[in-house]
Structure formats: C-alpha cells, structure tokens
C-alpha cells in the first residue's frame, strides 16, 4: 500500500513530506505551495461535516423534498421559511484585532456570566423573523414562535427547521393539528447545517454584536440582539445573500 497524507488537512508540510517518500525529493515548503497554486488549489478554512451525516437522506433533501416543498408552496402562494434558534453568551468573543506580535491582546468582560437566546425564521424574499427570550429553548417556546409566525402571514407558512426534540415534541405537534392550514413542518436531515440557510444568520449575529463593547447584564445583551434582526429586517437583499451561501438553490422560481 502507497503511503498517503495523513489526516484530513492538506499542509505544505505534509504534502513536502509526501512527495520525500513517494519521490525522494525534497522540496521547501515555498516550493510546494508554488506547486500546489500551480495545480489549482489554494489555501481554505475548510467546511465541517458531522461524521454522522446520511449522504443518501442529503441528496433526497436536495432532488426530492426540497423540491416538493417548493412545488406546494408556490401552487398554494405560500411562504417558505427556514428557521433556527441560536444563543448568545456574555463571554464570547468574537472577531479578530491587530496587537503587538508576541504579547496576545485582551478583552474585558464581566465574571458575571449571563445570556440570551433568539430564533429567527428567514424566507426567500428576503423576510426576516425573530423572538428573543431567555428561558431554554424547548416545546413552549416553539409554541410561542409558531403563534407569533403564523400572525404574521394570511397564508400557509412552509417552516424548515432541524430536528431537534423541542420542534418534533407531542405538544408542537397539538399546536400544528389546530391549525392545519397556517404552517406546516419539514424537517433538514441530521446533522446538516450547512442546508439551513438560518444558520448563516446566527453565524452573522455573532459577528456583528458590538466590538468596542460588552453588555455588562442580560437585558443590554437582549437589546443588542434585538438591535441586530431590526437591522437586517430592514435590509432584506442581505437576508436573501443567506440563501446564496447553502448548499441548495433555494428558490420558489
């Protein structure tokens, strides 16, 4: 058996080690990121992908459901929304900054750990969604969002979500059965974030909370967040960039 890379990651290291065995040429590692843009490649961040991941539920997502649900909802003038929920802590850091090499910068934050949570649901048309609460997520507050949702549309609303346990729980399911004709559920396969379109929206809020800043308390968090889906509400040609970068072309054209 030929030797191979190991792992996953692809370095020049491990590449200039590679060629040494099969070849037995040695190569700097400036040579071999020379060759590696010759042939085409390029230095990434790579995606993620649970090893748990069903390809075949992946590609009946891809030619089969999603397009049924986009056939329905257009037939019936519907709305399709993919949704999500996200959380937010006190001591997350997010972004990067400049500083002096060899002394790491640092970032002032409270002891006191606090946080809030959000779900947001976001069409094709560029319609965004939201709630903010505190409380863990579960089948109650799915409720509450789904009440909310469905008094904002006089049509039937398509809700993508995961499958987590709160959005296939007996009591959502209660709320659904009494009132069939306001929204109906699909489910994304396991452990397959990259098709939910929401999720860029979380990745989003993240990076956009206040960076000169921390919120020194929950109900500061909360107001930050809630600033933040104002915001993209009012800019719905960004709400529908999410859709451009999931894995599926979702459309209702």
């Known amino acids: 058996m030929r030797p191979g890379l190991a792992g996953q990651l692809w370095t020049r290291a491990a590449v200039r080690d590679?060629?040494?065995?099969?070849?037995?040429?040695?190569?700097t590692d400036q040579?071999?990121?020379?060759?590696?843009?010759?042939?085409?490649?390029?230095?990434?961040r790579p995606d993620k992908r649970a090893v748990e991941q069903d390809a075949e539920a992946m590609r009946v997502w891809r030619k089969e459901t999603w397009p049924a649900i986009r056939a329905s909802a257009k037939a019936e003038d519907g709305e399709v929304l993919f949704a999500d929920q996200v959380g937010?802590?006190?001591d997350q850091v997010t972004g990067l900054t400049w500083g002096a090499k060899g002394r790491t910068p640092i970032v002032r934050r409270t002891d006191d750990r606090f946080s809030v949570?959000?779900?947001?649901?976001?069409?094709?048309?560029?319609?965004?969604?939201?709630?903010?609460?505190?409380?863990?997520?579960?089948?109650?507050?799915m409720c509450r969002?789904?009440?909310?949702?469905?008094?904002?549309?006089?049509?039937?609303?398509?809700?993508?979500?995961d499958g987590h346990s709160a959005h296939r729980s007996r009591k959502v399911r209660a709320r659904l059965a009494d009132h069939?004709?306001?929204?109906?559920?699909?489910?994304?396969?396991?452990?397959?974030?990259?098709l939910n379109p929401d999720e860029l929206v979380n990745a989003d809020l993240k990076r956009s909370l206040p960076m000169h800043s921390r919120a020194r308390d929950q109900a500061q968090l909360a107001a930050e967040t809630r600033r933040f889906?104002?915001?993209?509400?009012?800019?719905?040609?960004?709400?529908?960039g999410y859709f451009g970068g999931s894995h599926v072309r979702y459309t209702l054209e």
């Open 180 to 194: 069939p004709d306001r929204i109906k559920l699909h489910f994304l396969p396991s452990y397959s974030p990259e």
């Open 18 to 27: 590679l060629i040494a065995k099969l070849y037995r040429a040695r190569l």
């Open 229 to 240: 889906f104002h915001r993209r509400q009012r800019q719905p040609h960004i709400v529908r």
């Open 145 to 161: 969002f789904l009440d909310r949702l469905a008094g904002h549309f006089d049509r039937e609303v398509h809700l993508v979500v």
């Open 117 to 141: 949570n959000a779900m947001s649901a976001i069409s094709t048309k560029g319609r965004m969604h939201f709630m903010v609460f505190t409380e863990t997520f579960d089948a109650d507050v």
């Open 31 to 44: 040579g071999v990121g020379k060759y590696l843009r010759r042939w085409g490649l390029s230095f990434q």
């Open 88 to 90: 937010i802590r006190s």
